[in-house]
């Protein structure tokens, strides 16, 4: 549907991807790789997995990103490397010369730089 309406896509996200549990394993709750799995068969860039935190919630309900409540923590980190590889425009450059890339993007190519 994104594509048909020239919506750009500008990657997958696997969020809720895995549950560090006390003893320091992983679990994969929803099952491993589905994210990896879509961004190949759509062609598109996986930016990569987002873990579950109750402390997500507990931010969105009271206002509080856990970006800012919890810094340190594995979601934070994820979120912070994900928007790092956004800001840094990997996942734009796919859409230079595509139908309102300006519009869309809200970003300019200069000198073939963004």
Not at 47 to 76: C, E, F
């Amino acid at each position: 549907m994104f594509r048909t309406l020239e919506v750009p896509i500008l990657g997958v996200i696997e969020n809720m991807s895995y549950l560090d549990l006390p003893d320091g394993t992983r679990m994969d709750i929803f099952g491993s790789g589905g994210g990896e799995k879509l961004a190949q068969a759509t062609q598109t860039p996986f930016l990569g997995k987002v873990p579950i935190d109750q402390n997500v919630r507990i931010g969105g309900d009271s206002g509080k990103p856990i970006v800012i409540s919890y810094p340190d923590s594995p979601v934070a980190k994820a979120l912070r490397e994900i928007t790092e590889s956004l800001a840094a425009g990997s996942a734009w450059r796919p859409w230079v010369g595509r139908t309102n890339c300006d519009q869309y993007c809200g970003m300019k190519m200069v000198n073939s730089e963004w």
